[in-house]
């Protein structure tokens, strides 16, 4: 008879416990991450990652300089990169 007993209790407790803890949690937590806090003003349209030619054209920079650098002062000026 005992255990015929507690499910039926425990089944009321978790069913009444739960939905009073979680739906909160939920609505708060949905209310916090819509508006961020840390963004204070309108909000851009999109951030624009650099184009692919930007990138290479940096790095193509930087070889040139490195090249540089050998023809100049000859391969113990490499050193530097070791």
Do not use: W
Request: net charge positive.
């Amino acid at each position: 008879m005992k255990e015929v007993i507690n499910l039926p209790v425990f089944k009321a407790q978790s069913a009444s416990v739960s939905p009073a803890i979680s739906a909160p949690d939920f609505s708060q937590a949905l209310t916090v991450h819509s508006t961020p806090l840390h963004f204070a003003g309108p909000r851009p349209e999109r951030r624009k990652r650099p184009r692919p030619s930007v990138v290479e054209s940096a790095v193509a920079r930087r070889y040139r300089r490195f090249q540089k650098l050998a023809r100049q002062n000859g391969p113990q000026a490499l050193d530097v990169y070791l």
